[in-house]
């Protein structure tokens, strides 16, 4: 079956550190959606990608789509606290509009 | 107001037990899931409902039983408990079934079978 594997699985930064996570499907994907997940809490809808290549921000975050549509990344600039968490990446393409999520990359902050 | 609301928050049961959860979404959406998040952090589908109708049943032992009374509930029955059946299970909602749609998750139940 269908699988979605993000590395690294675990990311420990420096405040003002960069981090990128990087998703892979085993499948061509349509679209894919990222997640946020604080600790303790659920997963947060944040963007969805669709087009071939294409390149979304949002403030500090950078999310790109493979020009092949099989990877995707998301990037944070200059890490702060609140940027702790798990993140996600989703095939939101599955039979019954399941979303097949990726194995998470777990960021963690220290000052 | 809650958007996705599960109850209970915390679930601690003895092996054997039955037990249930409950999610109520006021959203007005079509589309209803169980998923669980085992101990690593994996998130996996178990079931998805579209207006009542079940329409994943993602291998899920029959010891879960899914029921929607209507399409703004999703509640989920566990029998005979075991220890491996302890996770955090989300309920979540989305508009359609199509998919360009986001879900939205409640907070989660963490079940803990001792």
């Known amino acids: 079956g269908q699988q979605v594997m993000q590395i690294p699985q675990y990311q420990h930064v420096q405040e003002g550190e960069d981090f990128t996570t990087y998703c892979n499907s085993s499948?061509?994907?349509?679209?894919i959606q990222w997640y946020k997940q604080r600790p303790g809490g659920h997963p947060v809808f944040l963007i969805q990608l669709v087009k071939s290549g294409e390149v979304k921000k949002q403030k500090r975050l950078t999310f790109q789509f493979g020009e092949a549509k099989k990877n995707s990344s998301l990037h944070i600039t200059a890490t702060q606290t609140t940027d702790v968490g798990t993140y996600f990446c989703a095939d939101p393409t599955g039979g019954g509009n399941k979303l097949t999520f990726g194995t998470g990359t777990q960021l963690k902050v220290e000052l | 107001d809650t958007a996705v609301s599960q109850t209970p928050k915390y679930l601690v049961t003895q092996m054997g037990n039955d037990k249930s959860i409950k999610c109520e979404q006021n959203l007005g959406h079509d589309t209803m899931y169980w998923y669980k998040q085992d101990s690593k952090k994996f998130l996996k589908i178990m079931f998805s409902?579209?207006?009542?109708?079940?329409?994943i049943n993602e291998t899920v032992p029959n010891r879960f039983s899914p029921k929607s009374p209507d399409k703004a509930h999703l509640n989920l029955h566990i029998n005979s408990l075991e220890l491996g059946d302890s996770a955090v299970y989300f309920c979540?909602?989305?508009?359609?079934?199509?998919?360009?749609?986001?879900?939205?998750f409640g907070q989660g139940t963490r079940l803990t079978v001792v």
């Open positions: 499948t061509t994907l349509s679209n």
């Open positions: 409902y579209n207006n009542k109708e079940l329409i």
């Open positions: 979540a909602s989305s508009p359609e079934m199509q998919p360009d749609t986001e879900a939205f």
